[in-house]
């Protein structure tokens, strides 16, 4: 049973287009994230959710939206995709709001053409 | 700010050769360290981790000790196995929403 899962693994679409990514986790924690890792395996946060309210804001466009329905599930939702937010997106959650471990996601690879 | 720097990759070592990959970073106060590994299609996973100055983190043969006077977290393994071959990303993070500053991320390649 994966702890921490995505969809889609793999995403391709055309400029302009709204896309969202779903991440759940099954691992009772309190605290999820979204990291982009661009195409030089840069790693950055991006967001960070604690029992569905949001903690952490990167200075991230507001084109990307995330949505916590519940605390097992952080989506995010890209609208007016640019040739730039081409990456791979990670999900995460963790135990704790301050940081334990991290659990990752196995990324989702967004190509935006 | 707060950032982390990792040598440049790819490194490529022989099967039981030794391994450094050296990590530097520039914090104020007092972060906590980890190591993460990336192997191939998967995300990243926690190797060891380090919460204070001269503390030791290990895992799997793995080991990296937390050097606060040279702000450096270099992780080292005595003798390499071919499984080993990943990306090793050094990072650091405060007690602060769980935000982790990554390095840039160095790939290994172990060859037979």
């Known amino acids: 049973d994966t702890a921490v899962s995505q969809t889609p693994k793999y995403l391709v679409t055309q400029m302009g287009n709204d896309k969202s990514i779903k991440c759940e986790q099954n691992l009772g924690h309190d605290t999820m994230y979204w990291y982009k890792q661009d195409s030089k395996k840069f790693l950055k946060i991006m967001f960070s959710y604690n029992n569905k309210e949001l903690i952490i804001n990167e200075t991230v466009p507001n084109r990307f939206s995330p949505k916590s329905p519940d605390k097992a599930h952080l989506n995010l939702h890209i609208n007016s995709l640019e040739l730039g937010d081409s990456a791979v997106y990670f999900c995460?959650?963790?135990?704790?709001?301050?940081?334990?471990?991290?659990?990752f996601g196995e990324g989702s690879r967004l190509t935006v053409l | 700010g707060n950032s982390v720097t990792q040598m440049e990759g790819p490194v490529t070592l022989s099967e039981e050769a030794f391994l450094t990959i050296n990590c530097t970073y520039t914090?104020?106060?007092?972060?906590?360290l980890f190591w993460y590994v990336q192997y191939p299609g998967e995300g990243l996973q926690l190797l060891l981790k380090a919460t204070k100055a001269d503390d030791k983190g290990s895992n799997k043969g793995f080991e990296a000790t937390y050097r606060k006077e040279t702000t450096s977290f270099h992780l080292e393994k005595g003798s390499v196995q071919v499984s080993d071959s990943a990306v090793y990303f050094c990072a650091l993070g405060y007690n602060q929403g769980g935000k982790l500053i990554f390095g840039q991320g160095t790939e290994l390649s172990v060859k037979p």
């Open positions: 914090a104020t106060g007092y972060p906590s």
């Open positions: 995460a959650s963790s135990q704790d709001v301050g940081f334990g471990e991290l659990f």
